[in-house]
């Protein structure tokens, strides 16, 4: 079992950049799907981007493809998003998940993962 803590969300202006981690423990990150998701008020869960534990094959939603990157530092346990070129509609409550077998086709949703971190809110003002 891995514990996930979520950091380094906040407030900012639109354009700006943030670094999200999601640090693990109790089991090493390295075997693991790893995702970021995020949830505003009122609205589903919906997905932001993931990384496959092996390959380095990473996935995006649409409306971040160009600004944000998920990667991934095993020898930290860590996981991050950066995101670049912030808009007011990535305000959010930003959650981290991982899980060891994810399948392809649930790479993008939630269900396909069963660890998840306590969350941090990143909100842009305009």
């Known amino acids: 079992q891995v514990q996930l803590v979520e950091s380094g969300g906040g407030l900012v202006q639109a354009g700006d950049s943030l670094r999200l981690s999601c640090s693990a423990s109790?089991?090493?990150?390295?075997?693991?799907?790893v995702a970021w998701f995020r949830q505003a008020p009122g609205l589903e869960r919906e997905f932001v981007a993931a990384l496959r534990r092996s390959g380095g094959y990473t996935y995006y939603t649409d409306s971040v493809k160009g600004r944000f990157t998920i990667s991934r530092d095993n020898a930290k346990s860590t996981v991050y998003l950066q995101m670049n070129t912030l808009k007011p509609e990535d305000t959010a409550i930003y959650y981290c998940a991982a899980s060891q077998t994810t399948i392809l086709s649930n790479t993008r949703s939630p269900g396909g993962y069963n660890f998840w971190g306590q969350g941090t809110p990143v909100t842009v003002s305009a």
């Open positions: 109790g089991r090493t990150l390295g075997t693991y799907n």
